[in-house]
């Protein structure tokens, strides 16, 4: 059993608690935002699927066509451009996001 005590204790530490949740405002939702790992991740991934597209391209005509080195280097460095050009509109996106969302964050703040 538990005594007055206790119990009145324990009632003053739980307004406490509630009283330091409320100050700390609402918790930003884990999947709203990308950490900054996962971003590098996805790029990496973006542009070594260019280059792994563009190889397997490549050496396909070369194969079937005999001209080993000739379409390999081309869709290659293809791939390398595309992978590149897919990278850098995702950082873009990546930074409207993180504007929209610091923009958000400042109306939150002056309203």
Do not use: C
């Not at 206790?6 to 949740?21: C, G, I, N, V, W």
């Not at 451009?81 to 002056?110: C, F, P, Q, W, Y």
């Amino acid at each position: 059993m538990v005594d007055d005590t206790t119990r009145d204790r324990m009632e003053a530490l739980e307004r406490r608690l509630a009283a330091a949740r409320k100050s700390q405002g609402p918790t930003p939702r884990s999947d709203e935002h990308y950490s900054m790992a996962n971003m590098a991740w996805r790029m990496v991934t973006e542009l070594t699927a260019g280059l792994l597209i563009g190889f397997g391209i490549g050496y396909g005509l070369d194969y079937a066509l005999g001209t080993m080195p000739l379409f390999l280097i081309v869709f290659v460095l293809l791939g390398l451009a595309a992978g590149v050009n897919v990278m850098l509109r995702t950082a873009k996106e990546i930074e409207r996001d993180a504007s929209a969302a610091s923009h958000d964050r400042n109306e939150g703040n002056n309203g």
